[in-house]
């Protein structure tokens, strides 16, 4: 397991329940670790989106979400949201790393 895997763990872990990742997600998650390294809490929907597409490109290149993050209804960009909080709680962890549980850090 690398350094990018364990990210990637985390920020599943700090996913809600009611959240459904895709099946044969792990390449996405790597995407989501490298945004937590490159950006952090500093990470926007639009920035999760874009992970997100180039993932897709590799699974459905006609998938019908593979636009612009402004071209999405506002319904379609809000299911990027709790990968965005999974994604901020897991920096706001790595870079205090006494604050361990997902509910102790709030976005």
Known sequence: MT????????????????????????LLFLLYAVLVKVKGQAT????VHDA???????VNPVHAALVPFSELAPMVQDEDLPY????????????NPTSRSAGSTDT
Do not use: C, K
């Open 3 to 26: 350094y990018l895997d364990e990210i990637a763990r985390r920020i599943r872990d700090n996913l809600p329940a009611e959240a459904r990742p895709p099946a044969g997600a792990n």
């Open 44 to 47: 926007t929907l639009e920035d």
């Open 52 to 58: 997100w597409a180039a993932w897709m490109q590799t």
């Open 84 to 95: 965005l909080r999974a994604i901020h709680r897991t920096a706001a962890q790595l870079n």
